[in-house]
């Protein structure tokens, strides 16, 4: 079984910045890439940040040059760096993991999620 928690999340001002940090455990085999998606009220969850066990990174549009993503495949851990945060980047974040994992005397190649990390900001 594999888990993920998130921290980091908060209130802050528009303009401040927060970071943001999820921690992969359980019967891990590899990490392949690690991201951090968002969902605000009445939207669907989109994909703000993510990179591989190669380092290639990616970013939406409307993050980019302002967030940074860091994976530390030793740490099983990601981290998102939010400056110059603004109002539209209100919304729960979740983490998420490419994992090849063993559960139940199986090797499985799955996606999982963190259970979400409320992020406000305030104009």
């Known amino acids: 079984q594999v888990t993920l928690v998130e921290s980091g999340g908060g209130l802050v001002q528009a303009g401040g910045s927060l970071n943001l940090s999820c921690e992969a455990s359980g019967s891990i085999i590899n990490i392949n890439a690690m991201a951090w998606y968002r969902q605000a009220p009445g939207r669907q969850r989109e994909l703000v940040a993510s990179e591989t066990v190669t380092h290639i990174t990616y970013y939406s549009d409307s993050v980019k040059g302002r967030f940074t993503v860091s994976m530390d495949k030793a740490k099983k851990s990601v981290y998102l760096q939010m400056n110059l945060l603004k109002s539209e980047d209100t919304a729960v974040y979740y983490c998420?993991?490419?994992?090849?994992?063993?559960?139940?005397?199986?090797?499985?190649?799955?996606?999982?999620w963190g259970q979400g990390t409320q992020v406000t900001v305030s104009i």
């Open positions: 998420n993991a490419d994992v090849l994992a063993e559960s139940s005397g199986k090797i499985r190649q799955q996606e999982h």
